[in-house]
């Protein structure tokens, strides 16, 4: 199985701040990636794929970059409606598999 | 405008069986480039993939769950259900059923339910 470390697992900022989470893949997956936010209670919510493609209606100040082991997903002006968690998911094989998920609060 | 919601038994005794149904509705489960499949998130633990179906027929089961689990489709019904047999406390999580965005089962969710809780216990 690939392994997806995700860091960090809780990250507090403020309304505006620039907020980035990592997943390292223990294998290479090319740019066979994508993010997830997942809101309490709510649906999981296809946010990237192949690693940087915004998925439609999807706000622009989140990003996605990297490929082969290191990817990164960047939200550039976090607002309060981010309160989140956020998972990363290779599926660079028919088992894909996720990352731990980042808790991201408003401090 | 796609829906996919999951429905079964909240409560579960152990070494039974267990049967999840996902509805779909505003997308056909038949449709190409896209797979249907499960994934769970038990309690304080991260997710896992269990399977998926495509092209009108294969499967792809994670292979630690391979020898219990079964995921069949009836498309006359926009239904795909999962079957996970002789269950223990381990397989207590949230169900989520989905659609993924991707040819011969290649790909990525795109689209996921609200979930049901599953717990198991006598």
């Known amino acids: 199985d690939i392994l997806m470390t995700q860091s960090p697992s809780t990250l507090s900022a403020s309304v505006g701040d620039r907020v980035t989470i990592t997943c390292r893949a223990s294998q290479t997956i090319s740019r066979s990636l994508a993010w997830y936010q997942q809101r309490p209670g709510r649906a999981p919510k296809l946010l990237i794929y192949k690693a940087s493609t915004l998925e439609s209606g999807v706000p622009s100040r989140f990003s996605g970059s990297g490929s082969g082991t290191e990817f990164t997903l960047t939200i550039s002006s976090l607002q309060p409606d981010d309160c989140a968690t956020y998972y990363c998911l290779q599926y660079n094989s028919y088992l894909k598999t996720f990352g731990q998920g980042t808790k991201v609060e408003i401090k | 405008q796609l829906q996919v919601q999951e429905s079964g038994p909240g409560l579960v005794k152990p070494s039974e069986t267990l049967s999840l149904t996902c509805t779909v509705s505003g997308g056909s489960i038949s449709s190409t480039g896209y797979f249907w499949g499960w994934i769970r998130q038990p309690p304080g633990k991260g997710m896992e993939w269990i399977g998926s179906f495509y092209d009108g027929g294969s499967t792809y089961y994670n292979p630690s769950l391979q020898n219990r689990v079964t995921i069949s489709e009836d498309t006359s019904e926009s239904q795909f259900s999962l079957r996970l047999h002789s269950i223990t406390a381990a397989d207590t999580a949230v169900y989520y059923c989905?659609?993924?965005?991707?040819?011969?089962?290649?790909?990525?969710?795109?689209?996921w339910g609200l979930g049901t809780q599953v717990t198991v216990s006598s």
């Open positions: 989905g659609r993924g965005r991707g040819y011969s089962g290649y790909g990525f969710p795109d689209f």
